[in-house]
């Protein structure tokens, strides 16, 4: 659930005086639309958040780092086939979201159990894994969630061209690097605030 994003929304409707049912008129949804993104249930895609912020006149950036719910249920997942990279780039995604709750695995096969299972708002995928590249990994957990935001990660540049051509929000090469992950987190398509972080 996210509630922060809720009480945002709710809030800036009853300052704009509308009633669920007016805003959900000038949505094009219907009431119950609208209940359940004021409850928490459901989140509205990319496309209706701008929407919303035209419709209730308020800057896109405001409803957009609503979406981005500070709690402990933040799930990052991690999937590289070398071992020693997946230890060492977990470090770095601990210290950087420390109350993320972060899951590596090495077969991809394995990452997409668990993000069937699992709600996935986060994942740093290797590119090169053998049968199943990180490119097709990446299609398969968009299509589990499609508000997983994918940040690609590889030991060679030149297959960023390539990485732009899917849905990821991101990419960056090995090994990872603090700051590096810091920014790459405020550049996503629906940036996180991670608790602590000094702004």
Avoid at 8 to 33: C, D, E, H, P, Y
Avoid at 51 to 79: C, G, P, Q, W, Y
Avoid at 155 to 177: H, Q, R
Wanted: glycine share 4%; charged share 25%.
């Amino acid at each position: 659930m996210n509630i922060q994003f809720a009480d945002t929304l709710r809030k800036l409707r009853i300052q704009k005086g509308l009633t669920q049912s007016q805003l959900a008129n000038l949505m094009f949804v219907n009431k119950a639309t609208i209940s359940k993104w004021e409850s928490g249930s459901r989140l509205p895609d990319a496309a209706m958040i701008i929407r919303l912020a035209e419709v209730l006149r308020v800057d896109v950036k405001k409803l957009l780092s609503a979406t981005a719910e500070i709690n402990e249920s933040f799930n990052i997942i991690m999937v590289d086939d070398n071992k020693v990279i997946l230890s060492y780039n977990q470090l770095i995604l601990e210290e950087v979201a420390p109350n993320a709750a972060i899951a590596s695995f090495s077969r991809p096969q394995k990452a997409i159990e668990y993000a069937k299972k699992h709600r996935t708002d986060l994942a740093f995928l290797d590119i090169e894994m053998g049968v199943i590249s990180g490119f097709d990994l990446c299609r398969e957990l968009l299509e589990i969630n499609p508000c997983t935001k994918v940040v690609y990660l590889t030991a060679y540049p030149e297959y960023s061209l390539n990485a732009w051509g899917t849905d990821a929000c991101g990419f960056m090469v090995k090994p990872l690097i603090t700051e590096d992950v810091r920014r790459q987190l405020k550049k996503l398509r629906y940036p996180f605030s991670l608790r602590g972080e000094d702004e």
